[in-house]
């Protein structure tokens, strides 16, 4: 199993704790779209501080603004999750995934979670890169308007061989996607051993 196997899998399991919480909570809204308008802002170069990010995760799951401070769990567990995927954008190793359901479920479900993923990502981004999106490399603005086009697509399409293979081969592409963006809009961080060391 390679490396982006073994990330998968692990998010295939946070993807169950998030879900869980949505439940508990009675969101409307899907984990997935959630997730990804949080890395659409990361990968932006945006950094939320806590009650942006949770004003941000009781809008989108539909809570009133008092649940995050009602709710500890709730608290905790988004923080946690912040933290989790502005980590998983910086690490070396290229181990970010999008927060997706495995192959236990459905290709259609599977499928829904990922166009829900992407139009958050689409959401994040739009909110805070704004206008330096169009002064974007033309990869990373081909990189958008191919996430615009997998937005749209329908949750119809035909289980089978060659649908588990392309939406595999789909959710790579966004994986990396993703990945490019972070790298564009945000400057790698100097190494501690770089920084100015007073004597």
């Known amino acids: 199993m390679s490396e982006t196997d073994t990330a998968g899998t692990a998010y295939a399991a946070e993807f169950e704790r998030w879900a869980n919480v949505f439940t508990a909570h009675k969101a ?3 984990p997935s779209e959630l997730h990804g308008a949080l890395c659409g802002r990361l990968a932006a170069g945006d950094r939320l501080d806590e009650p942006e990010w949770l004003f941000t995760v009781c809008e989108h799951m539909g809570l009133p603004e008092s649940a995050a401070e009602e709710g500890e769990d709730l608290t905790v567990f988004m923080n946690e999750a912040y933290e989790q995927a502005l980590a998983f954008l910086k690490s070396e190793d290229m181990s970010f995934y999008p927060l997706l359901p495995d192959d236990d479920y459905a290709i259609d479900q599977r499928l829904e979670a990922l166009v829900a993923w992407v139009r958050g990502f689409l959401e994040g981004m739009a909110l805070s890169a704004g206008e330096s999106l169009g002064q974007a490399p033309d990869e990373i603005r081909e990189l958008m308007e191919d996430m ?16 588990e293979q392309q939406l595999l081969e789909i959710v790579e592409y966004i994986r990396l996607g993703a990945l490019a963006v972070f790298t564009e809009f945000n400057p790698p ?5 770089q920084a100015p060391t007073l004597h």
Do not use: L, Y
Not at 189 to 193: D, G, L, T, V
């Open 28 to 30: 409307f809204s899907h």
């Open 148 to 163: 615009v086009a997998i937005s749209q697509v329908s949750e119809d399409q035909e289980p089978g061989d060659e649908g």
């Open 189 to 193: 961080e100097k190494p501690a051993s």
